[in-house]
């Protein structure tokens, strides 16, 4: 059970960037999805990509978790859980496969815009991070850069759901928050 994995709760408290009830919630889509893959983009300590290895480590289901960041600043511990790519991201197409999953965790904010418009122009279904902070909210502009909700508009949002004629949004803010993103 992921809520009493000794591992994965000393990880959660290593970073304190994500909470055991956003694991769970990605957890769920994960194990319906079963990707091959999944890309992470924005690493920081490596919390994220650990707990994938722990949700798919923990529903079998054999997924490969690499992570991208452009400095190396994991937590010693969780180092070999997961493939780390110290590297610029920006043009991230030529890896991307159909059945991978992209999670987008860049703290850069310009990043992830720029991850987000080329996931949507590219109709690829996509997970994010820290969608609670006011600086992300993917229903108006907040950014330099246009956000995901000038994208999606017109829509119909409620507390953790967000749907307009392509795409429908489905978050869960327990600290930071974290949100799916799917093409319908």
């Not at 490969?64 to 610029?88: G, M, Y």
């Not at 999606?152 to 600290?175: F, Q, S």
Request: aromatic share 12%.
């Amino acid at each position: 059970m992921l809520t009493k994995d000794p591992e994965l709760i000393h990880a959660l408290s290593l970073a304190k960037t994500l909470t055991m009830p956003e694991v769970l919630f990605l957890a769920e889509y994960l194990e319906k999805k079963r990707p091959k893959r999944i890309l992470e983009f924005g690493t920081q300590y490596g919390c994220s990509a650990f707990a994938f290895k722990k949700i798919s480590d923990r529903f079998d289901l054999g997924i490969e978790v690499h992570s991208w960041d452009i400095h190396d600043q994991r937590k010693p511990e969780l180092k070999d859980a997961f493939t780390f790519h110290c590297e610029n991201f920006m043009n991230i197409n030529f890896m991307i496969q159909d059945d991978d999953v992209l999670f987008l965790d860049a703290h850069d904010y310009r990043l992830t815009s720029y991850l987000m418009h080329n996931c949507i122009d590219c109709k690829r279904d996509f997970m994010c991070h820290d969608v609670s902070s006011d600086s992300f909210d993917i229903r108006r502009r907040e950014w330099e850069l246009p956000l995901l909700g000038e994208l999606i508009h017109p829509a119909v949002w409620t507390e953790d759901h967000y749907e307009n004629k392509d795409l429908t949004v489905d978050k869960l803010v327990d600290k930071f928050g974290v949100a799916i993103v799917r093409h319908k």
